[in-house]
Nanobody
Framework: QVQLVESGGGLVQAGGSLRLSCAAS????????MGWYRQAPGKQRELVAT???????NYADSVKGRFTISRDNAKKTVYLQMNSLKPEDTAVYYC???????????????WGQGTQVTVSS
């Protein structure tokens, strides 16, 4: 069974920083794309950033220049460094990893439980 465990959320003042982590565990044979999404109250879940196996990154326009996504393949962990946080960044942040389990070559998307990020003005 695969689990994604997130950490690093919390309450921060506007202009501050937080670093989110998301580690996968279980019988995993390979990990493809990793990413972060967020969902604010009353809004749809939206893409924040993704990073490919080759390290190519993609960001939502609203976070470009402020957030940095990175990955550690050996640890099966994806990170999101968030700087210059704004009140509009307040949301539940979800990590996702597209991976294959041992004994299968099929890739599936797995999701973390979500971590709350609150930015006060």
């Amino acid at each position: 069974q695969v689990q994604l465990v997130e950490s690093g959320g919390g309450l921060v003042q506007a202009g501050g920083s937080l670093r989110l982590s998301c580690a996968a565990s279980g019988s995993i044979s390979g990990v493809n794309t990793m990413g972060w999404y967020r969902q604010a109250p009353g809004k749809q879940r939206e893409l924040v950033a993704t990073v490919s196996t080759g390290g190519r990154t993609n960001y939502a326009d609203s976070v470009k220049g402020r957030f940095t996504i990175s990955r550690d393949n050996a640890k099966k962990t994806v990170y999101l460094q968030m700087n210059s946080l704004k009140p509009e960044d307040t949301a539940v942040y979800y990590c996702t990893q597209r991976l294959a389990v041992v004994g299968s070559t099929s890739l599936y998307d797995y999701w973390g439980q979500g971590t709350q990020v609150t930015v006060s003005s």
